[in-house]
């Protein structure tokens, strides 16, 4: 079984709409993070969690908001969604023993 | 602000070529260079982390080197399989969390 997991894989979704994507660990790390890959603009942070307890914003949380429902889930949530949040979405783990991230699977996200 | 550029963008070899993909970064204070390999609609896949100039590390037919100023992934005799993006991420900073800033990978084609 995969370490980090990702759900729902493919998301087709309208403009305004609500959704959430979700993120879960058997790796026993205490830190989550969420990223968005655009084309030619790489990997970028949208928000982390260093604990249950802590949530900070990234780079591009803005449209964004993010719940740890536990150390191994951590979801990301689009309140009104807009086609240019359409992007691969990646969860990644690391521990805090280390700087090294390990990254899920993915989630496609098309908003129309 | 931290930076990395990846050259080439795409690099097609044929099975057995050797050749080298380089990341050449600026940052504050280098806490670790990352090389990571990506799959088509796959998440990144973590290979090396390199710590400090003059460092190496192997595995199978990729070893990363790093400068001051650059590193090197070089793939010697690579087969088909190694067909993917290859990704590179600079972490800076002496305290606290920094987040990666990853640059936009190069794209490796290896025909049999």
């Known amino acids: 079984d995969a370490d980090v997991t990702q759900t729902p894989r493919n998301r087709i979704t309208k403009t305004g709409k609500r959704i959430m994507l979700e993120c879960s660990q058997t790796?026993?790390?205490?830190?989550m993070y969420w990223y968005r890959q655009d084309p030619g603009l790489g990997l970028r942070l949208i928000y982390y969690s260093f604990d249950v307890k802590d949530i900070n914003k990234g780079e591009i949380s803005d449209g964004y908001s993010v719940s740890r429902q536990a150390q191994a889930k951590f979801s990301l949530s689009l309140e009104s969604a807009i086609p240019n949040q359409t992007a691969l979405y990646f969860c990644?783990?690391?521990?805090?023993?280390?700087?090294?991230?390990?990254f899920g699977p993915g989630t496609r996200l098309t908003v129309l | 602000e931290d930076q990395v550029t990846q050259s080439p963008e795409a690099l097609r070899l044929q099975e057995g070529e050797s050749s080298s993909l380089n990341c050449s970064y600026t940052v504050s204070g280098l806490r670790g260079l990352f090389w990571y390999r990506q799959d088509p609609g796959k998440g990144p896949e973590f290979l090396f982390t390199?710590?400090?100039a003059g460092e190496e590390k192997e595995k199978e037919r990729l070893k990363a080197t790093l400068t001051k100023k650059e590193s090197f992934l070089h793939i010697t005799a690579p087969k088909p399989e190694d067909s993917a993006t290859y990704l590179c991420?600079?972490?800076?900073?002496?305290?606290?969390?920094?987040?990666?800033?990853f640059g936009t990978g190069t794209r490796l084609l290896v025909s049999p």
């Open positions: 790796k026993g790390h205490d830190r």
């Open positions: 991420a600079v972490q800076g900073g002496n305290t606290g969390f920094q987040k990666l800033v």
């Open positions: 390199l710590y400090s």
């Open positions: 990644a783990t690391s521990d805090s023993l280390s700087d090294t991230q390990y």
